[in-house]
């Protein structure tokens, strides 16, 4: 199959490089000149809301699919009016996944417990939601934040103005959501297939700085096979819900053991990269199975830890190929500030040990 992408970044890269030995082929839609896809597919350059550039990318194309959920509605709309192929996952789960008050309703009617939260639209009701809310609090542009980027925590009434200036929201407005004191952030990453067969990968825990992804673990510390089975059967529901077809990554807040949904993303996810090595068959794979009608593959995983490599060039590179069970990922991208160039992979029992004293040795904890 010839699978078309939206977007030609890292993920995109890492869809091609599991799904090629498949036999299927690449292409991306970028608007960036050097997106590092166009090492592994066809890349067509052009803006997502420009026809010429969206018949371009359709052409030849048997299914279409996404590595990142901001896609400006125009864009769905062409593809609507001119794609005879699936959009794999759906519009409804894009939909779902680009607005934080959507992924949040969902979430509730699936009996997914989410912080308490308020919608505003303008920084007058952004005041008497933070008044509602209570202090502190954090507040998160509805649409297009990744990142950490578009929200600030909010430790008294008196920084709303600043935090809206911050966040200069478009429409439709903030979320504004109680400050969580949580023990410690959980991802499943699970997929679907268009025949409804459901598979979810051991629960990972991340460790955030500075609303950036730094490490993620697998399988997550002390987690009971009731907490398992409650992070797929909320996956389940939701999947369910939307049609789903392909891989989604939920992330949540464990508080004293109980499950706070905090958001998802209708796609690949950082927090499962270690898949690739650690798992029979990778979140990459079996998204690729998935959207093209293929059998998924197994989630059975051995344990691994992963520690991304964020806004600088990496020093040591040979250093981390002489760790034992240790994988490196270039992404091939230019470093920048806050950016995510690369990710170390490191499978085995010790994996969290080695991948601390890897960090450690690599500089990266701070
Ligand atoms: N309500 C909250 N309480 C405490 N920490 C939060 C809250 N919301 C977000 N965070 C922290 O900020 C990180 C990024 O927020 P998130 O909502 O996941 O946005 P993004 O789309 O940028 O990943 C989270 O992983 C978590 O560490
Ligand atoms: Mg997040």
Not at 321 to 343: C, T
């Amino acid at each position: 199959m010839v699978i078309g992408v939206l977007g030609g970044g890292q993920l995109g890269r890492m869809l091609a490089l599991a799904g090629i030995p498949l036999g299927h082929r690449f292409v991306f839609l970028d608007p960036a000149e050097d997106a590092v896809s166009a090492d592994v597919g066809r890349h067509v350059r052009g803006e997502y809301t420009d026809p010429d550039a969206i018949d371009r990318f359709l052409s030849g194309v048997d299914v279409v699919t996404f590595e990142f959920e901001n896609i400006p509605p125009a864009a769905l709309d062409l593809l609507a009016a001119r794609a005879a192929v699936p959009l794999r996952p759906g519009v409804d789960a894009l939909r779902t996944g680009q607005d934080r008050l959507f992924e949040k309703t969902l979430f509730r009617e699936v009996g997914l417990e989410v912080p308490d939260f308020r919608v505003a639209e303008s920084p007058e009701s952004l005041h008497t939601a933070v008044a509602e809310i209570g202090t502190p609090c954090v507040v998160k542009s509805r649409r297009m934040g990744y990142d950490g980027k578009g929200q600030a925590v909010l430790r008294s009434p008196a920084d709303v103005t600043r935090a809206w200036d911050q966040i200069r929201p478009t429409a439709p407005g903030v979320i504004v959501e109680a400050f969580v004191p949580f023990r410690r952030e959980l991802s499943v990453i699970a997929v679907r297939s268009a025949s409804g067969r459901f598979e979810a990968y051991p629960l990972a825990q991340n460790r955030h700085e500075g609303g950036i992804l730094r490490r993620s673990i697998a399988p997550a510390p002390d987690v009971s096979s009731e907490l398992q089975a409650t992070a797929s059967a909320h996956a389940k529901a939701i999947m369910e819900r939307l049609a789903y077809v392909g891989v989604l990554a939920i992330e949540f807040f464990d508080v004293g053991g109980r499950l706070l949904g905090n958001e998802m993303a209708p796609r690949v996810h950082n927090s499962g990269h270690w898949t690739i090595e650690a798992s029979e068959c990778s979140q990459f794979e079996n998204h690729v199975r998935a959207i093209a009608g293929m059998p998924l593959g197994s989630t059975s995983s051995r344990p691994a830890a992963m520690i991304n490599l964020i806004g600088r060039p990496i020093e040591n590179a040979l250093g981390v190929l002489d760790i034992a069970g240790a994988h490196l990922h270039w992404y091939g991208k230019e470093p920048r500030a806050g950016r995510k160039v690369g990710h170390v992979t490191i499978v085995g029992a010790d994996a969290t040990a080695t991948a601390d004293d890897l960090a450690a040795k690599l500089g990266l904890d701070r």
